[in-house]
């Protein structure tokens, strides 16, 4: 920021720049926050300039994120950096626009379920697209995905408060035989090897935003993925099977626990 020289108006002088920490109550939280403010050394009037009223909104945004676990704007630039991302780049994978983007990165508050969207789309970008399956990750499309699943099999997946232990692997293979079928995954998600067979990424808080999902956010089903997902409902009619079988896949067996499953090895599976 540009230091603008300010003089105290009862004639004192230059006032000089102080950091200054205030205390404020925000959407019901208790904030601390620091900005620079101008102080006459004088007779302590206290004055700010326009930069730093912008500046003030972003630290009490940012004050808040941090607070209630949200990234804040310099986390998310820089994860973003740390990723080799551009802000376009990060757009695109999120289906969002540009604009999103800047304004999260600066003052305004990101909703929970976006700043989800953002850690799983910087997680995904760690191993880059094979993780992803060639496909911007989408909450919405897991939902369709699943909901043409329970239609095959006539029976529920996704329930309320699951830890996704069973609907995960039936997830997992079905972006698996379509990334191996089509090259490109249905959802975009990542998966990792946990002790429980693959796991979609951060799934512990995923089925109520999956659940609470606006379908018409997501790119509609083509043919030949609902033929993918009726050739896995055949091939694991019951919960019981999708999970015996995912534990016998060496590609996950192979992984160390917690690492990521790429795509690419969808051409080893061997149960379906
Ligand atoms: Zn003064």
Known sequence: MKEVILNCPSGHGEMKIKRKLNHIKFRGVDISYTVDCYVCQT??????TLGQTAETQKAIADAY?????????????????????TQEDLANRMNVGIASIKRWEGSIIQSRSMDKMLRFTLSGGICGD???????FSIPRIKIVMK???????RKVLKKGD????????????????FRETGQSMTGATYAALPYGPQLNNYKELVDEII?????????????????IRKVAVKFPRSQHV??????????????????IPYTDASRLTEI
């Open 163 to 178: 830890k996704m232990l069973f609907a995960s692997k039936y997830a997992w293979y079905i972006d698996m035989v379509a």
């Open 65 to 85: 994120r941090k607070k209630v676990g949200l990234l804040t704007s310099t986390e998310l630039v820089d994860y973003r950096k740390k990723h080799k991302l």
């Open 148 to 154: 043409q699943l329970e239609m095959e099999l006539k």
């Open 212 to 228: 609470g999902a606006d379908e018409n956010e997501a790119e509609r089903l083509t043919d030949e993925e609902k033929r993918i």
């Open 43 to 48: 007779c302590s009037l206290e004055a700010g």
């Open 130 to 136: 094979p993780c992803a399956g060639n496909r911007p």
């Open 243 to 260: 999970y015996d079988a995912a534990h016998r896949e060496l590609i996950w067996k192979e992984k160390t626990k917690g690492a990521m």
